[in-house]
């Protein structure tokens, strides 16, 4: 499977909106707070028709650790 062209490149501050990471780390955040456990987390998209993407717990919470550092203003 492809991956997209910055998986490999850095996300700089000012890259993405700031607001959205910090909602999307505290979603994540709530979630693994309410839903303790090693499942697997399934994360659907905002808008209808998404499908749903089905990570591993710890990527999970390597994600909302991303969109935290995203949301400060930090580089990842």
């Known amino acids: 499977m492809a991956m997209p062209s910055q998986a490999g490149g850095k996300v700089r501050q000012g890259d993405r909106d700031a607001e ?14 309410t839903h303790p456990g090693a499942d697997p987390v399934t994360i659907n998209g905002e808008l209808a028709g998404d499908g749903a993407l089905v990570v ?20 990842v």
């Open 56 to 75: 591993p717990r710890e990527a999970a919470v390597l994600l909302a650790q991303v969109l935290g550092d995203l949301a400060s203003g930090g580089g």
């Open 20 to 33: 959205l990471a910090q909602r999307a780390a505290r979603r994540i955040g709530e979630y693994l707070t």
